[in-house]
């Protein structure tokens, strides 16, 4: 396979990763308001685990195809994105406010989950009792997500307001279309883009981890960089703050804890000394940031991309790909 069939297989698989999430998320919401179910638990339910149905989908695929690491690295790589580059450069476009409730509530989850990851990263491996227990402590958040959101309005709630920004006509045969084309796309585009980024590896001689940190993850983020850049614009702000943090709680309980009952992921060395340290040290950063004023102004957001920049940087240096003589020092 020639780079340039392998760079359609990866853009053909974000294009598909991109357009399914949407698809699942507008398909479920039509879906579920058929049957009069109050906005908190769409926002929850469906758009909250519509957002992160790309990053299902590529760590599904990735474990059963045999590639683990891509699979724990782009779970890792994708909250490291969406706490530092796609927070960051929301908060570039526009100053982004954040409830008390949700910076202490949400941030101490995500805190929580990040963790557990580093505990279960430092045991080299994610079995599936590891798994069940993730995916108990994601239900154990929806569940104290509802206890102190239920009955407040839309304002106070960031869940209810994702579900009104985001509502469409219920229609069950609209529904059902979207919800089939969004399944669909997202098997094609897992398919494609862990395809491409076995291929590429191979081609070029990087490594899983480095490409589900990097190559897989970011296309993975690109529909909730879409969503967070959107919400900057409007003004939906604290939207987008929630939104992120839950994704990435998500991310952590949700899609390890279910690829981990499939099948026992091995967690290589390199995430278990630096990377998940990395993705903690993003929560540890980001809750003081937002607890300072509830408010993540551009200064702060600079500093956010800044932080991915020099992450990015390592992770090259450490793939030998940053070198003196690859940077025409040498």
Request: charged share 10%; hydrophobic share 55%.
């Amino acid at each position: 396979m020639t780079l340039t069939t392998i760079y359609w297989f990866l853009a053909g698989g974000v294009a598909l990763l991109t357009l399914g999430g949407e698809a699942v998320v507008r398909g479920g919401i039509m879906l579920i308001r058929n049957l009069g179910v109050p906005p908190l638990i769409v926002g929850l339910f469906i758009i909250s685990l519509g957002s992160s149905s790309p990053n299902m989908a590529v760590s599904v695929e990735a474990v059963l195809a045999g590639a683990p690491d891509i699979a724990v690295g782009t779970a890792i790589g994708a909250n490291i994105i969406n706490l530092l580059l796609i927070l960051g450069l929301g908060a570039l476009i526009a100053p982004m406010a954040g409830a008390p409730k949700v910076v202490l509530r949400d941030g101490g989850a995500m805190l929580i989950a990040a963790s557990v990851l580093a505990w279960l990263a430092h045991r080299g491996v994610i079995d599936r009792s590891a798994g069940l227990l993730l995916i108990l402590g994601f239900f154990f958040y929806l569940a104290i997500s509802l206890a102190t959101d239920w009955r407040r309005h839309a304002e106070h709630s960031v869940s209810c307001a994702m579900s009104e920004s985001r509502s469409d006509e219920p229609s069950l045969a609209g529904g059902l279309f979207a919800a089939i084309i969004g399944i669909t796309s997202l098997v094609l585009g897992s398919h494609f883009l862990v395809g491409g980024a076995l291929a590429l590896g191979s081609q070029l001689h990087v490594s899983q981890t480095m490409l589900g940190l990097t190559v897989v993850a970011l296309g993975t983020c690109l529909p909730v960089l879409a969503v967070t850049a959107i919400a900057a614009l409007r003004g939906h702000t604290q939207i987008a703050i929630g939104h992120l943090i839950g994704t990435s709680v998500f991310n952590v309980f949700g899609v390890l804890g279910v690829t981990a009952l499939l099948r026992p992921l091995s967690v290589s060395p390199l995430f278990a000394s630096v990377d998940v340290f990395v993705m903690l040290g993003a929560a540890v950063l980001l809750v003081p940031l937002l607890a300072a004023s509830w408010r993540l102004s551009r200064p702060k957001g600079a500093i956010l991309v800044l932080s991915y920049a020099c992450y990015l940087v390592f992770v090259g240096w450490r793939q030998g790909l940053l070198t003196p003589a690859t940077l025409g020092l040498g």
